[in-house]
C-alpha cells in the first residue's frame, strides 16, 4: 500500500516528464504570485506519502502546512465523505440546519480548553484567515472595544485584516491601506534576546514591551483582545513561554481583555495535546476563543471559532456567518477526524514522533555548527539554521538549498521563520517508524553534505 511505502525517485531528473508537462501548464494559467519552488505533482497521495504522474514517491514532512495530521485521504475520512456526499452536498447553515454542523460543535465545545463555565459554542467557516478575522468580530461585540494587540513574528492569514495582523509585510506589498486598529507587541523569541537582556531578564523585558503599547498605541480599556499563536507558525515554530502567558492572562483579566489562542496550524494533535491551549489551562491561563483550521478536515476546507456561550450569544444577528461555512461534507470529514484521533491514539504518538526527533535534532546540534537551536511542543519542532552562533547570523541560503537537495533525494520540507532560516516538522501523525527513520536519514545526510561544501 502507498502509505507504508518509503520515498523513491526514479526519473533521472525532477520533474519527470508528466509532472513537467503539469507544471508547464500551471505557469501559463495560473498567476505567477501562486508561487510553488517545488517539482512536485501530485498524482496521489496516502498517509505520508506522495506519488506524482512519473511515478516517483516523495515522503511529506510538510502535510499541506499542518492540514494533514491524520495523513492523506484517510480511509475513515474518505468513507465519511462518500457517505455524506451520497445523502447532500450543502445547505447554507443560516437557512437548514444539518446534523454533521451541530455534532462537530457538539464535539469540539466539550473538548475546547477554552475559559468559562465550561458551556461552549463553536462556529464555523472555510479558513484559518476566515475564523481569525470572526474571532475579531466577536471579540470587538462583547468588549464593545474597537483594537486589537498582536506580536511579532505572528501569522493570522491574507484577508484585510489578518493580513494587517500578520508581522510579515512582504505579504501586503501593493495592497494598502491597511485596517487600522492592530497593534504588536514583542513575542519572546527567546534564541533572539536582544543583547543586553539575559534570560533572568526575559520575561520583565517581554511585559515591558507590552506596557508599551498601552502607552503609545492604545489605552489597555479599548482592547478587546490580545492574539497570539501557542506556537508560532511562519514566525519559526517558537512555542509561548508559560510564565509569559500566564502574566499576559493576567493583564487581560485586569484590564478586561479577551485572549484569543490562535491554532490554526498548532492545533489537532501537533503538539501532542488536542489544543496546544491545553498547556495553558495546565497553569490556569486558558484562553477566552481558540480559532483552529487546517487540520480540522484532513484536508476539506473548514475553520471554527470556539468560545463561552456568553462570549459568543453577544454578537447580534448576521455579524457572523457565510455561504458555504460548516458546509455538510467537510464537518462530516471533521467528525471522522476526531474519531480517528481517538481509535489509532494519534495524541500519544505525536508525544513519541515528537521526543524521537527533539532526542535526533539535539545530537545534530553537537555535530554541525550550522544548526543554532532546536525548539518546539509535541512533534511541532523548529531546527533553527546559522552561519554562525556567536551572531546567529540567519544560514538562510543554507536552508533554501537544504530543502532543495531533500526533494531530489525524496523528502519535502519547508522553511519559516522571520529569515526563512527555520526547516519545520510537520510531518503527518500516521508516517510509521520506518518511514520517519528514512526521513531523519535523508534529512541529516544533506545537512552533512551541505555543510562540508
Not at 271 to 296: H, L, R
Request: proline fraction near 5%; glycine fraction near 10%.
Amino acid at each position: 500500500m502507498l502509505n507504508t511505502e518509503l520515498p523513491r525517485i526514479i526519473t533521472p531528473a525532477l520533474p519527470g516528464p508528466k509532472a513537467a508537462a503539469v507544471i508547464a501548464k500551471r505557469k501559463e494559467y495560473v498567476p505567477n504570485s501562486v508561487s510553488c519552488a517545488y517539482p512536485v505533482v501530485m498524482e496521489k497521495a496516502q498517509g505520508a506519502i506522495i506519488q506524482d504522474p512519473d511515478g516517483n514517491l516523495f515522503l511529506d514532512w510538510v502535510g499541506g502546512v499542518g492540514v494533514l495530521n491524520v495523513g492523506h485521504a484517510h480511509p475513515q475520512v474518505v468513507a465519511a465523505i462518500k457517505q455524506q456526499s451520497e445523502k447532500y452536498l450543502h445547505g447554507m447553515f443560516n437557512i437548514v440546519t444539518h446534523s454533521g454542523y451541530v455534532n462537530l460543535a457538539e464535539q469540539l465545545a466539550a473538548i475546547a480548553p477554552v475559559k468559562g463555565n465550561g458551556k461552549n459554542k463553536v462556529f464555523f467557516a472555510n479558513s484559518g484567515a476566515e475564523v481569525n478575522e470572526n474571532a475579531i468580530k466577536i471579540a470587538k461585540n462583547y468588549t464593545g472595544r474597537p483594537n486589537i494587540i498582536v506580536f511579532s513574528g505572528a501569522f493570522h492569514g491574507r484577508t484585510l485584516l489578518t493580513m494587517t495582523m500578520t508581522s510579515k509585510k512582504a505579504y501586503t506589498k501593493g495592497v494598502g491601506p491597511l485596517a487600522n486598529g492592530v497593534f504588536r507587541a514583542d513575542f519572546p523569541y527567546l534564541y533572539r534576546l536582544p543583547k543586553g537582556i539575559s534570560s533572568a531578564d526575559a520575561l520583565d523585558y517581554y511585559l515591558a514591551r507590552l506596557r508599551k503599547v498601552f502607552e503609545e498605541c492604545s489605552p489597555a480599556d479599548q482592547i478587546a483582545a490580545m492574539v497570539l499563536e501557542p506556537v508560532q507558525g511562519e514566525g519559526g515554530f517558537i512555542p509561548a513561554p508559560l510564565p509569559w502567558i500566564k502574566a499576559i492572562r493576567k493583564i487581560c483579566d485586569e484590564n478586561g481583555i479577551l485572549l484569543i489562542a490562535d491554532e490554526v496550524q498548532c492545533g489537532f494533535g501537533r503538539t501532542g495535546k488536542m489544543f496546544a491551549s491545553e498547556y495553558w489551562k495546565s497553569v490556569a491561563a486558558a484562553p477566552d476563543i481558540i480559532t483552529t483550521a487546517k487540520s480540522i478536515a484532513d484536508g476539506l476546507p473548514l475553520g471554527g471559532v470556539i468560545a463561552n456561550q456568553k462570549i459568543m450569544d453577544q454578537v447580534p444577528i448576521g455579524v457572523i456567518g457565510g455561504t458555504f461555512g460548516g458546509n455538510a461534507v467537510a464537518c462530516a470529514a471533521g467528525l471522522a477526524v476526531l474519531k480517528i484521533f481517538k481509535d489509532e491514539q494519534l495524541l500519544a504518538r505525536s508525544q513519541e514522533i515528537g521526543e524521537r526527533c527533539i532526542r535526533e535534532f539535539k545530537k545534530w546540534q553537537t555535530k554541525y555548527p550550522i544548526i543554532g537551536d532546536v525548539r518546539g511542543l509535541g512533534s511541532m519542532i523548529g531546527i533553527e539554521f546559522v552561519t554562525d552562533r556567536t551572531t546567529k547570523q540567519p544560514a538562510t541560503e543554507f536552508v533554501k538549498q537544504l530543502i532543495q537537495l531533500c526533494i531530489k533525494k525524496g523528502l519535502i520540507l519547508e522553511n519559516a521563520g522571520v529569515y526563512s532560516n527555520v526547516i519545520r516538522f510537520l510531518a503527518p501523525l500516521v508516517i510509521t517508524d520506518e518511514q520517519l527513520t528514512v526521513g531523519l536519514s535523508i534529512l541529516e545526510e544533506s545537512i552533512q553534505e551541505l555543510s562540508s561544501r
